[in-house]
């Protein structure tokens, strides 16, 4: 943001200031007078708000002393508010705009929005003599702001500290640099990009299995498939498919892991699968429709109990020339243990973390695993206050501490020894992909199953969470009971839970997490701070109906759409979208207007549970007028998998 001089508070000589000033961001556009020409300009938006309409003071050269006309000539329309001849509150001269609608003229040396101030000037600041502004900010002190290749620091007062001629570029808030960030040249398909600290480029390359070419014009890679087309959402050209620990006898033979991926455009979209230098294989994928991509089970990363290790390309790269969804089936038909996760697109991961998993049970381990896209990744971790007993192993210590380098398709697989190793900090120097999840666990009463989601960044999580129970199969009026777990992000949490549910309400380090078993209950948890909720579906010994445990994130308000495409796989017995949406929200499934929705304990939120068929190739669009949260699960007898159907992934302050 640049400001332009407030009045005379410098009294140090800037020969050069004075004609930089005008060309600041909040420059102001002023007619001057003989009168005003001692002035330095004054800071300020050139508009003025006169019923809706765009005022701008224009000089002309050829009137007189004191006197601006009209450059930007208006016929047959509303000319009140216009002025050519000297009006009351202007002496010595006349001040037109060239704004349409009705403005106001105030007295000498007094102006508010639309009014005209000492005679010969207008500005859109309230003025209380020379020197002084009350209607716009004054530049900070210590901004560094530029003009013409030189670098000023803001006085804080309407001046500049200090002022260096650059020898290359200037860019406002660094100041001298070597060039200008994001600013990039092509060779080819070659792009050399301006770093994000101006001091040094970057070389990479235009991805042609991306769809994408260097544009010369432009300085960046250009096509669908552009981060900056693409946006902060699950939604992308760009994914890393990780096989995780399932029971060793689910993980293959008959078994088959699988990725399905869901063209979101009207155009073909050809699909390349790699591992390593490795081509795996490649397919298309029709416009508006999915394509079940069966992969190989990939030993390292999902077979036996530990140690932790680190797995050189022990992801699969999945790379399309269109947007589209993908997701992962671990494994895909439906069996007594699995479960499945919505797979984020490179473009919108972050290097920071927060893990949610299961404790460790009979024998089993929970697990997290974490996925680098760029070679010389390191990672950090820190327990949490349950998660300090670990498989040691792959630069990860017996205490739940430690570091490992990872490269581009590599994956840590960490194990737990005992303990939860949920609240677990996965902090890196570059983008990394994380998972959280469980070999094969109970989550009482139930049998043996596979947990697995991908977690949320850190950056795109919020306060503000609304929880409810999937429906029971077959009878999908009852509520399926589930277990909540509220983790906070950072030191001295304070949780509000609407209505009250009894527990601990008060998390006093980052890590730590309160949990709500077995209910059915609803209800809104929120927070200043960000947290993270996970629940986790329970078995079908309990008599709550046909499935088995699964895992799922929860998206926050915050982070809702009003339109998705997912995919349920029509192996299963049944597959459901559960849709949490404002009251009053007109919503669609598969273009089909959505009835069945009952209030929640959340003031102001309803939910629907809202079978999908598998009459088709397992597609399902969700559309609405107002933005709404889902998720999607499938089930059948001691069997069952739950994933977020997708979310924005728009970076939040905290």
Request: aromatic residues 6%; proline residues 6%.
């Amino acid at each position: 943001m640049r400001y332009g001089l407030l009045g005379l508070h410098d009294a140090r000589p800037h020969a050069r200031l004075g004609a930089r000033s005008l060309s600041l961001s909040f420059s102001v556009s002023v007619s001057v007078s003989l009168l005003a020409l001692a002035l330095a300009p004054a800071c300020g938006d050139s508009s003025v708000d006169t019923d809706g309409g765009t005022a701008a003071s224009v000089t002309d050269p050829s009137a007189g002393p004191g006197t601006s006309s009209n450059t930007d000539a208006q016929t047959g329309g509303d000319t009140s508010g216009q002025t050519s001849s000297p009006t009351s509150g202007q002496t010595g001269g006349s001040t037109t705009t060239t704004a349409t609608g009705s403005g106001t003229t105030d007295t000498p040396g007094t102006t508010t929005s639309g009014t005209t101030d000492t005679p010969g000037t207008t500005t859109s600041a309230t003025t209380d003599g020379p020197g002084t502004s009350t209607g716009e900010p004054v530049c900070p002190q210590g901004e560094i702001v530029c003009e013409d290749g030189v670098e000023l620091v803001c006085d804080g007062m309407g001046g500049f500290e200090s002022e260096t001629d650059c020898d290359s570029e200037c860019a406002d808030g660094l100041g001298c640099v070597l060039c200008i960030p994001g600013e990039g040249t092509c060779d080819g398909d070659s792009l050399t990009l301006c770093n994000d600290q101006g001091d040094g480029y970057e070389e990479t390359t235009c991805d042609g299995l991306q769809g994408l070419s260097c544009d010369p014009d432009a300085g960046a890679c250009v096509g669908a498939c552009a981060p900056q087309v693409l946006g902060l959402n699950y939604i992308g050209c760009d994914y890393y498919a990780t096989v995780l620990p399932q029971h060793d006898s689910y993980n293959g033979g008959q078994h088959q892991y699988a990725i399905t991926v869901s063209n979101t455009t009207g155009d073909p979209a050809e699909i390349t699968v790699t591992r390593g230098a490795n081509t795996v294989t490649t397919d298309t994928v029709a416009p508006d429709s999915v394509k079940v991509i069966n992969l190989p089970w990939i030993n390292d990363t999902t077979k036996t109990q530990g140690p932790s290790k680190l797995v050189v390309d022990g992801s699969y790269r999945v790379r399309s020339t269109r947007p589209v969804t993908v997701y992962q089936y671990n494994p895909l038909s439906a069996t007594t243990t699995n479960d499945a996760s919505i797979l984020l697109p490179v473009n919108a991961w972050t290097p920071n973390y927060l893990v949610a998993a299961w404790k460790q049970w009979g024998g089993y381990p929970g697990f997290y695993t974490v996925v680098a896209r760029e070679d010389g990744t390191t990672v950090n971790v820190t327990p949490s206050a349950t998660g300090s007993q670990v498989q040691a192993g792959g630069g990860i210590a017996a205490n739940g501490t430690g570091a490992a380098m990872l490269n581009e398709g590599d994956a840590l697989v960490v194990y737990s020894s005992n303990g939860d190793l949920t609240g677990t900090l996965v902090n890196a120097d570059k983008p990394v992909e994380v998972f959280g999840g469980h070999k094969c666990t109970q989550v009482p009463p139930g049998a043996c199953d596979h947990l697995e989601d991908n977690m949320f960044p850190i950056e795109a999580l919020a306060k503000d969470y609304i929880v409810a129970p999937t429906a029971q199969y077959p009878n999908i009026n009852l509520k399926k009971p589930h277990v909540v777990k509220v983790i906070a992000t950072e030191a001295d949490t304070q949780l509000v839970f609407e209505p009250d549910q009894g527990v601990n309400t008060t998390l006093a380090n980052p890590g730590d997490f309160v949990e709500i078993n077995n209910t059915t209950n609803d209800f809104r948890v929120s927070s200043e701070k960000k947290i993270m909720v996970a629940l986790f579906m329970v078995g079908q010994s309990g008599n709550t109906g046909e499935s088995d445990p699964a895992m799922v994130i929860v998206a926050p308000t915050e982070q809702f759409r009003t339109d998705y495409l997912v995919h349920a796989s029509t192996t299963w017995l049944s597959n459901y979208v559960d849709i949490i949406a404002p009251d009053g929200a007109s919503v669609e499934v598969d273009g089909a207007v959505v009835n069945s929705f009952t209030p929640l304990n959340a003031p102001g939120y309803s939910i629907a549970h809202v079978p999908l068929s598998n009459n088709g190739d397992g597609n399902h669009t969700i559309t609405s007028n107002q933005k709404v949260g889902i998720s999607v699960y499938g089930v059948q007898s001691y069997g069952s998998y739950w994933y977020p159907g997708g979310l924005d992934l728009n970076l939040i302050p905290q």
